[in-house]
């Protein structure tokens, strides 16, 4: 039986028994019919995201995941995390509506945008999204007048000034201006049940968690003396998602534990949620870029001469920039590795290189220096780790299209996600029917546009 909650996505493939991601990379770039037409691509795998939800639940246990849509909302990823039983924090009323489109019930959805436009309040109000933050007072006075059943979520300064990405000075309420906050809200007739904060994206100091839970009690407290007795606590983001982090996940959860259990304990019986993105997406994502022009250059920045003695620097022009994919590297901070995708002696010499984009923009620059081996149009470079903030932000600059994205899952992982879907619900598992059949492999085959059987 076919399951609308699956026809709905963009479609992944089921690889077979013993199939890899990088099998798959192979066949998409040798499947090229012309070599004029090498487009940049993206390879997801959906089996990492399994993985990563995995991972939290053994080491958050008490902390539902509300995945973070801004960082990447490729529908292939929402379905799958929708499947496994996440939640979803959304910041905008086309967010909600992606979410909400994927069979996710409205109580699995936070409105966690402070500073909020009114008809995406209205959105949340006619949709049944009810948990929405707030930070100012300005803001609960359109709350009040737009959606006075909303359950209310009170954001807080907290110290992100080890963070990659700060975004204290935009959002949350300091300790001192909380109290006038709740009195408000009570004056309005707001329920709010609930503080969040959020240590900024790409944490680099667990201990900036401790302070935050900390201060969280303090709110707590402070609500039980206008006669609210809040019930959620949303710890945010920050958490990494690749290996080369400056902090590993581990590290972070072991001192989130320690703050919660300290701070509140299990027996509050409270809803614990966190905000991450990054974390599931990150190492999931491959993309594959195609050298689409050379120049050499001699050390004086000039044109090399071909018949000089002087050793060349090379400049080579990619399918792909900081306008699409690689904007990570201006809005994110990112740092992006290239790998050579083709066979390369031991002893073969590197020069330096730069890689550009391939826009009329001179800021358009992947990589100002780095050594490679000397390479030629029509050539592949691969970049690990491109999940987060890569296509969520992507434009078409100069008539430049956006790469596809292929979404794959392998055998084992497939089976693993039938798991913990079962877990989560053994009654309504979106993907039943969808399944692998015994030793034969995968009865389906989910492609970016059709459904076969």
Known sequence: MKSAFVDQAPGFTVLYEGETTTDFLDRAI???????????????DLGAVVRKHAQWREALPRVSPFYAVKCNDSPAVITTLAALGTGFDCASKNEMGL?????????????????????HIKYAANNGVSLITFDNSIELGKIARTFPLAKLVLRIIADDSTAVVRLSMKFGAGLKSCRGLIEQARRFH??????????????TDANTYTQA????????????????????????????????????????????????????????????????GRFYVTSAFTLAVNVIAKRAVGV??????????EEPSFMYYLNDGVYSSF??????????????????????????SSLWGPTCD???????????????????????????????????????????????ITHSDWLVMMDLCAAFSPVTNPFMGFGCGGEAGPKVILTPTSVEV
């Open 30 to 44: 040798s499947s090229v019919d012309c070599p004029d037409d090498r487009n940049a691509l993206f390879v997801g």
């Open 190 to 203: 707001l329920d709010v049940v609930g503080v969040s904060f959020h240590v900024g994206s790409g944490c």
């Open 327 to 352: 904007n990570c590297l201006l809005f994110d901070h990112a740092q992006v590795s290239p790998v050579v995708y083709k066979d390369v002696s031991d002893d073969e010499p590197v020069f330096t």
């Open 99 to 119: 979410v909400l489109s994927a069979g996710v019930p409205p109580d699995r959805i936070i409105f966690a945008n402070p500073c909020k436009q009114l008809s």
């Open 362 to 408: 001179g800021l358009d620059c992947v990589l100002n220096q780095c050594q490679l081996p000397e390479l030629h149009v029509g050539d592949w470079l691969i970049f690990p780790d491109m999940g987060a903030y890569t296509l969520a932000a992507a434009s078409t600059f100069n008539g430049f299209p956006r790469p596809p994205v292929h979404c794959i």
């Open 300 to 309: 004086d920045g000039e044109l090399a001469d071909a018949n000089g003695d």
């Open 213 to 276: 839970i900390a201060d969280a009690r303090c709110v707590f407290d402070m609500a039980e003396e206008f006669g609210y007795h809040l019930s959620v606590l949303d710890i945010g983001g920050g958490f990494p998602g690749c290996l080369n982090s400056k902090i590993t996940f581990e590290e972070i959860a072991s001192v989130v534990n320690t703050g919660l259990e300290h701070y509140f304990p299990a027996d509050l019986g409270l809803r614990i949620i966190a905000e991450p």
